[in-house]
């Protein structure tokens, strides 16, 4: 089944995690996940792979429940309802994660939920972003990822922190 134009369904419920474990749920979302995956693929990857002539597959979209534990995800997680996907975008072997985010949060995309740079290098780099497309909350909120000095993951407005530069 397809998403959209170059995405599948297959790509966004990809999970080395339940096939591992064997969760087979994670291979049949309900159609409600369907569409919604459908809204994140046509309305998030679909504008960045145009607007930044870049391919890609995400490395992970809708979880179902199993999945989500056993990676630790939020009880509330966007991945939970096919709302979220997370991406460490490559161009010529070199992540460029932090040029698709200034791309993201400078208009390249118009609507979008959650926008997380995900434990960003000491050069603001993340290793992976995750872009979040929930079409009842389109409330454009910008968040970096952190681990605090106990280890645990932290995230803090990315407008208010040392990774913003006006």
């Known amino acids: 089944m397809n998403l959209s134009f170059h995405?599948?369904?297959k790509e966004f419920i990809n999970s080395e995690t339940a096939t591992k474990y064997g969760y087979?749920?994670?291979?049949n979302?309900?159609?409600e996940v369907k569409n919604n995956l459908i809204d994140l693929a046509?309305?998030?990857a679909e504008p960045i792979r145009k607007g930044l002539d870049l391919a890609f597959s995400p490395t992970c979209g809708f979880r179902c429940k199993r999945v989500n534990d056993k990676v630790g995800g939020a009880s509330d997680s966007e991945h939970l309802y096919g709302n979220a996907f997370d991406e460490t975008f490559i161009r010529n072997g070199k992540n460029v994660s932090r040029e698709v985010f200034d791309w993201i949060i400078a208009g390249g995309l118009s609507k979008w939920s959650k926008l997380i740079l995900e434990f960003p290098d000491k050069n603001g780099i993340p290793r992976w972003l995750h872009i979040g497309y929930d079409k009842n909350?389109?409330?454009k909120q910008v968040l970096v990822a952190e681990k605090n000095m106990l280890g645990k993951t932290v995230y803090t407005d990315f407008?208010?922190?040392k990774w913003y530069k006006k």
């Open 7 to 9: 995405f599948s369904l």
């Open 24 to 27: 087979s749920e994670q291979w």
């Open 29 to 31: 979302p309900s159609e």
């Open 42 to 44: 046509v309305n998030t």
């Open 137 to 139: 909350n389109l409330s």
């Open 159 to 161: 407008f208010k922190s």
